[in-house]
């Protein structure tokens, strides 16, 4: 089972470095597809083997002087699901971009970078140390950097990879302290062994570690405050889009918390701030999605709030419930990412005023995607409604007083969910709307492409054909999309949950509720736009929408409190480096110049001047003893 593991985390990366050697001068697809393909193969094979067991193994690294490093893997549920998400999703996107990309000069380095960052989650999922969970975590950071500046000579890529890369390394920083101070409670870096030495009330050095693992989770998994990064990676190209949001590197901090899980239920603050987080980031997120103007800035934004109800039902003690929301959402987020990309090279714009009646044009993508939309709304009975619906359950057991997490973050996470459920309804029926319904717009209805910044992002200049491997990834994400949520009570592993099955049991109070938002959110946008097709239901948002639009300005206020106050200080030492250190230094040349010129001037080698200053000095003092005496 372990030896299937490691296979399927070092296939992708001998991938890369073969794309990398040899990517030039062999297609590129003929690398990367088939070693995602067999990875997808043996994820699936340890998945359908696992059940209920925990299989380890490790080989004890160099010996550090103090804690060991082991190379090992850690394979259980939880893992074994989440490598089958992250697998199939890659092996989608390896397809995909085999048609998206075919003309772009750089696909044989992009394709290497998919398998890097494939290699890189895999590590992440499987692996039973803290610190080589640490290194994956850093690579899939090097990667996203590469992916999301895939189009480098633009300017907004450009600076959405950096951004991007600061602003997750901004948050590891503190998880890197947070992986070090449990290591130190527990002596060891083995999760294993990590997990086994956490007392059963807690301790402070649990709630200290697993406090500070949270900005590497608010980091990677874009949560407040820490989000600003994730709708700007859209320029980069939409199947890189559906990699990171779907299945690696936002996932993973959810992930983190999953798997130490126990760590962070022994540390009740952790958790009342983690549902803090999660119910701020999640009305903020759908405040935003609804104002956007860009369908995958739209997309962007909804995966901040969905990961918000995966932290949130964490944060309540559902981790069962997280994880399915975990696993639904990356199937059909990867869907509504690569059915944009179809839909932008189809309309030829990525601007939701540019885009209009697609279902004739693209009937597969407008089938696929209102599947993908419905699951995002919550729409029964695709996967999105179950997950979404576990969350809120668990958040409803634990704001009654059930189990062991305070009350308080369950209702601050049932209340959150509950508005942003209503919020997510209408985004994905605006979208839905606007994108597939209405008079025909765009490059296909005869209007031009120039100026368009995501369809110059996607290198669409012209409407074309749609090549098959962009279409049948689609039909394949529409299948867990839809049947998911239906097969997974009684499908899903044990995944060592407190609360068991009965956490992914309906809550008929909160399947009510979540009915009742479903139809608030959708019936309103429907409303209006039946009254004027043209007008755009964002309007819905009133004063609110340009504050929302701007992501409430979150970047202002970074700018503000981080960047003037750095650009001042840089100022300041600039202006101490040169008016005052370079003065005295220059100072103490140039008297010693001078010194030294006056010092050369007396030793010129002319006995007449030596000669009158002796004789001057005898007068000197002679005058000095007359006038003593």
């Not at 296939?11 to 062999?26: C, D, E, I, N």
């Not at 997490?405 to 601050?412: I, K, N, R, S």
């Not at 701007?550 to 206020?557: K, Q, W």
């Not at 300041?572 to 030294?596: E, H």
Request: hydrophobic share 55%; proline share 5%.
């Amino acid at each position: 089972m372990t030896v299937a593991a490691a296979t399927a985390t070092g296939l992708p990366a001998l991938a890369a470095l073969l794309g990398l050697l040899f990517g030039r001068r062999v297609r590129p697809a003929l690398i990367a597809v088939p070693a995602a393909l067999v990875a997808t193969a043996l994820a699936i094979a340890v998945a359908a083997g696992i059940g209920d067991d925990v299989r380890e193994s490790a080989v004890r690294l160099t010996p550090t002087g103090a804690l060991d490093i082991t190379l090992g893997l850690r394979v259980d549920g939880l893992a074994a699901l989440t490598a089958v998400l992250v697998t199939v999703v890659a092996l989608l996107v390896q397809v995909y971009s085999a048609g998206y990309l075919r003309e772009d000069p750089r696909y044989s380095s992009y394709a290497a970078l998919v398998s890097l960052f494939t290699a890189a989650m895999l590590l992440v999922v499987y692996t039973g140390d803290l610190i080589v969970l640490l290194v994956g975590w850093e690579v899939m950071g090097i990667c996203s950097y590469f992916l999301i500046g895939h189009h480098w000579e633009r300017e907004d890529a450009h600076a959405a990879s950096i951004k991007a890369f600061v602003v997750t390394k901004l948050g590891d920083v503190p998880f890197l302290i947070g992986i070090l101070v449990l290591a130190a409670g527990a002596d060891s870096f083995r999760i294993r062994d990590v997990l086994a030495a956490v007392p059963e009330g807690g301790a402070g050095w649990v709630t200290a570690g697993t406090l500070l693992l949270l900005g590497g989770v608010a980091g990677k998994s874009a949560q407040v405050p820490l989000q600003t990064w994730l709708p700007d990676a859209m320029a980069g190209p939409t199947p890189v889009s559906a990699l990171i949001h779907a299945a690696t590197m936002v996932a993973a901090g959810a992930y983190l918390v999953a798997r130490l899980y126990p760590a962070f239920l022994a540390a009740h603050p952790t958790l009342i701030v983690l549902a803090v987080m999660a119910a701020v980031t999640m009305l903020g997120s759908a405040l935003a999605a609804l104002a956007q103007d860009d369908l995958k800035r739209v997309l962007a934004w909804s995966t901040v709030g969905q990961l918000a109800y995966m932290t949130g039902g964490l944060a309540v003690g559902g981790r069962d419930a997280a994880v399915f929301h975990l696993l639904a959402h990356g199937a059909f987020k990867a869907l509504l990412f690569l059915g944009a990309g179809v839909a932008i090279h189809v309309a030829g714009t990525g601007a939701l005023a540019g885009m209009g009646g697609l279902r004739r044009r693209a009937p597969i993508v407008f089938w696929t995607m209102t599947a993908g939309l419905a699951a995002l709304a919550g729409v029964p009975p695709f996967a999105g409604f179950f997950s979404k619906e576990a969350v809120l359950g668990a958040a409803e057991h634990t704001a009654n007083g059930h189990g062991s997490v305070p009350a308080v973050a369950g209702w601050l996470v049932l209340v959150a969910g509950l508005l942003t459920a209503v919020l997510t309804a209408a985004y994905a029926t605006r979208v839905w709307l606007r994108v597939f319904f209405g008079p025909a717009r765009g490059v296909g209805a005869g209007e031009p492409v120039s100026g368009d910044v995501a369809a110059e992002a996607e290198g669409v200049t012209h409407v074309g054909e749609v090549p098959a491997v962009m279409t049948w990834p689609l039909i394949v994400l529409a299948v867990p999309t839809t049947l998911f949520g239906l097969l997974a009570f009684p499908g899903l592993p044990s995944l060592g949950s407190d609360l068991g099955y009965a956490e992914l049991t309906p809550h008929p109070l909160t399947t009510t509720l979540a009915l009742v938002a479903l139809v608030l959110g959708a019936g309103a946008v429907a409303v209006l736009w039946r009254r004027d097709p043209a007008a755009d239901p964002a309007r819905l948002l009133g004063p609110l929408r340009g504050p929302a639009l701007r992501g409430f300005d979150v970047d202002g206020l970074y700018a503000v409190l981080v960047l003037t106050p750095v650009r001042l200080a840089a100022k300041a030492a600039r202006f101490a480096d040169g008016a005052v250190i370079d003065t005295y230094v220059k100072g103490a040349a140039q008297s010693a110049w001078l010194l030294g010129g006056g010092v050369r001037r007396g030793q010129n080698g002319n006995t007449r001047l030596y000669l009158t200053g002796l004789f001057a000095g005898v007068v000197v003092l002679a005058v000095a003893v007359a006038v003593g005496s």
